[in-house]
Every structure is written in C-alpha cells, then in structure tokens.
C-alpha cells in the first residue's frame, strides 16, 4: 500500500485551513458591503443599492486576474454569489422574470443576479414589465432575441408603451433535451409539447428522430415539462432547469440544431447605469417614411464610427409614423463620440428614446 492516506489528511487539513481563511475573507467582505450600503443610505435616503456597472467591473476585474486552475467563468460564477449574498445584506432584491418557474429566463436571472435574489414568475412579458413599473419588485429579466429564431416582438412592443429602462444584458447559451417521466419508453413517444421557439430550434432533430411524433406547441418549455410529467407516450423539449424542476428523464440531451444557440435577455429598471468601461446602449427611433430615411439614420454612427450591434424595425403602432427601429450600438451615451450621434439621430428621426446604457453581458 502507498502512503496516500496520509497525503489526503494532509491535504484535507490544508482544504480545512484555507476555508477557514476564505470565510473570514468573505465575512470581511461582506462587512465593507455593510458599510458600502450605510454609505449609500446617509448620502441618499433613496440610494439604490444594486449597481450593474460595479458587478461588471469587478467579475471582469477577477476573470482578468484569474490564473487557474479553475477557468476564469468559474471562477467569476464563485464571485457572482458572494457578490449576490453581499447585496442581500445591503438589500434583498426583488426580481420579476417570464415564468413559469423552470424557464430560460429563471435561469437568466439566476446567472444575472446570483441565488440570493428573490425571483418571482410572471405570466407574460408585459406583467413583468408592469410589476416593475409599478414598484412591486425592483427589475425584471425578459427575453429579447434567440441567435436561431430571431427577435422576441414581445418585449420590443413593451419597450414602445413604458417609461422602462434597460440596465443590463445577459446571453445563456440554450441547450434543450427531451424529457419524459419514469413511466414513458423512449420507442413510445408519439408526442412532443414544447415552445414554437424551441420547436424551430430543434427541428432537424425531430424530424431525423421523431419524425412521426405529433408536435404540440404551449406557452412555455416549463409547461411542456409540467404536462409530460402526468402523461404516458408524451415527451417535451426543455432545459435542465425545467427537468429537474419537474423530476424528469433525459433521453437525449442538446438536441438544439445549432451548437451555439443562444438567447439574449435583458434587465429592466427604473434607474440610469453609469458607464462599466464596456457598454452598450439601446435607443428606439420613430421615423417618417421617406425615401433614404433609413440612411440618413444609420450615417452618423457610420461616420463616428460606432459598432452597430443589432437593428430590427417594429410596426409603428400610433399610425403616425411609419417605421419605428430599435437599434443596439457599443459605448455609453455618456461617451462623447456616443452623446454626438445621439444629438444628430435626434434631429434626423421624429421621436428619439435612449432605453439605457448597461453593461456587455459578463458571464
Ligand atoms: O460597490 C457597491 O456599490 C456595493 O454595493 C458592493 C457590491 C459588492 O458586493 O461588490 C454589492 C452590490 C452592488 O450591486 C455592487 C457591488
């Protein structure tokens, strides 16, 4: 026999020392938040505690610093919650998202605020945006666009009708998995519940494995996983989160089409992010239909060179104006180069609104 077990008590006291040392670290750290938060109140009775561009700065700070051997994502995740825990003492937060519970974009808002945060599911998109608006919780975590199916015209209309503001972003990469309960046999699915999206997402693979399968589409991938777990012979498209959720069986795992599908959500508020050193800013334009009106709005970005990174057009819906676009663009609207274009865009278009300046999605 080798002497392994006395090199693992060695170790495991050495685990034991070092624990010992990060608790007393992130007491230590979470006492500075105290302190932070009695700052915050003495200088404004109305402080907000929560401060995006902050949490940005220093996930990137530790993922820079990083040198492994855990990877530098991991290791921002560890931060994320104590930075969650850190807020909690300072002030709970309290987060709306579209449930139900077991969805994309729980797990959204878990990944953006860390566990500490109190996390309530909404029916639809614009309940999440009233709660906000109407101070019954402090944000809210809607999705806005799929890197396979495109746009979520939802969210972008709620963003027409509300004083809202976006003060952040955050990308999961979707994996989705066919689940069945313990008592359905992989050979006897003859049908699958999912959302349209997720559908459209994983077709190729359900037409190579299930081609025979009635698909049945429901309002949410939760729901999907919620019906199956009563059914015989039914199987639905979900995420991990919806699987454990409802106790379910995986009997294949990421079927999406696409290995890097992804969906982008967004963090609404009611306050105005302070530049992060990596930012982005959405805008929503009305304008008239006019020949070149498209040019004449996307010119000033070109000239001052700034990164478009997203332009999709809406129906106007005052009838007024003919084309509303929203556009996502890199930099702050506190940037120079940022506030010039904005001055020009406002002269061009007939109705301009800044929806927020936030921080580029970190994890
Ligand atoms: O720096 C702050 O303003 C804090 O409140 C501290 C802290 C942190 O734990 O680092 C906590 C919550 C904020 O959202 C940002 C950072």
């Known amino acids: 026999m080798s002497d392994t077990p006395i090199d693992l008590d060695a170790l495991r006291q050495r685990i034991d020392g070092l624990d010992g040392e990060i608790l007393r670290l992130i007491s230590e750290r979470a006492q500075c938040a105290g302190q932070v938060a009695k700052v915050k109140t003495d200088s404004d009775p109305d402080a907000v505690f929560y401060r995006p561009e902050r949490e940005a700065q220093v996930l990137r700070r530790i993922m820079a610093l990083n040198q492994g051997p855990l990877d530098a994502e991991e290791m921002a995740r560890l931060f ?99 689940l069945v309960s313990s008592n359905t046999r992989r050979d006897k699915v003859s049908r699958v519940y999912s959302h349209p999206q997720s559908f459209a997402q994983c077709r ?19 729901e999907a996983a919620k019906l199956v777990k009563t059914e015989w012979h039914s199987a639905a498209i979900a995420g991990d989160m919806a699987a454990k959720l409802y106790d379910l069986e995986k009997i294949a795992e990421t079927i999406e089409d696409r290995p890097d599908n992804s969906t982008r959500f967004l963090i609404i508020g009611n306050q105005d992010v302070p530049a992060s050193g990596e930012d982005k800013t959405s805008i929503v334009v009305a304008m008239r239909n006019q020949p070149g009106a498209l040019h004449d709005l996307l010119e000033p970005f070109h000239r001052h060179q700034i990164d478009l990174t997203r332009l999709e057009t809406r129906p106007s819906r005052s009838g007024v104006w003919n084309y509303v676009f929203f556009i996502d663009f890199s930099g702050h609207r506190d940037d120079a180069r940022v506030a010039a274009v904005l001055e020009e865009v406002q002269l061009r278009c007939a109705e301009l609104k800044v929806l927020g300046s936030y921080p580029v999605g970190v994890l």
């Open 80 to 178: 994320r919650e104590i930075m969650s825990a850190c807020l909690a003492l300072e002030k709970p937060v309290k987060v709306a998202y579209l449930g139900p519970e077991g969805t994309f974009t729980q797990q959204a808002a878990l990944k953006h605020f860390g566990e500490s945060a109190v996390s309530l599911p909404m029916a639809a998109i614009d309940e999440v945006f009233r709660e906000v608006e109407a101070g019954a919780v402090n944000y809210g975590v809607v999705p806005v666009e799929n890197s396979t199916e495109g746009v979520v015209n939802h969210t972008l209309d709620s963003f027409m009708d509300s004083s809202m503001r976006i003060c952040g972003e955050v990308v999961l990469r979707i994996h989705h998995h066919l």
């Open 204 to 222: 190729k693979w359900l037409d190579a494995h299930y081609p025979h399968a009635e698909r049945v589409p429901v309002s949410s991938n939760a």
